[in-house]
């Protein structure tokens, strides 16, 4: 069964960080293009991050450049978001997915960054 699973979300105050995880059962990270995805209140889901399959080269958004880094234990079949120096406009439900032809979404976690 494909099935994604975040975690790590939480509340955090404005220049905290948090780490993001996503594991993956069904297919394997490592084939695909794998995306980080945010939806804050109110707002359409966005992709925020991604790393390419192979060699695994990471992109970011304007908005967490600098602040964010993705990446993934191949071993785990997970991928991670390390998200520094947080801003309260970096509220939202997280996701993760392929960035072509997605699974199933899972449940999100919800990071809240207070000002």
């Known amino acids: 069964e494909v099935q994604l699973v975040e975690s790590g979300g939480g509340l955090v105050q404005a220049g905290g960080s948090l780490r993001l995880s996503c594991a993956a059962s069904?297919?394997?990270?490592?084939?695909?293009?794998i995306g980080w995805f945010r939806q804050a209140p109110g707002k359409e889901r966005e992709g925020i991050s991604c790393?390419?399959?192979?060699?695994?080269?990471?992109f970011y958004a304007d908005s967490v450049l600098g602040r964010f880094t993705i990446s993934r234990d191949m071993a785990k079949n997970t991928v991670f978001l390390q998200m520094n120096s947080l801003k309260p406009e970096d509220t939202g439900v997280y996701y993760c997915?392929?960035?072509?032809?997605?699974?199933?979404w899972g449940k999100g976690t919800l990071v809240t960054v207070s000002s």
């Open positions: 997915n392929k960035i072509f032809l997605p699974v199933p």
């Open positions: 069904g297919f394997t990270f490592g084939d695909y293009a």
């Open positions: 790393l390419s399959s192979s060699i695994g080269l990471p």
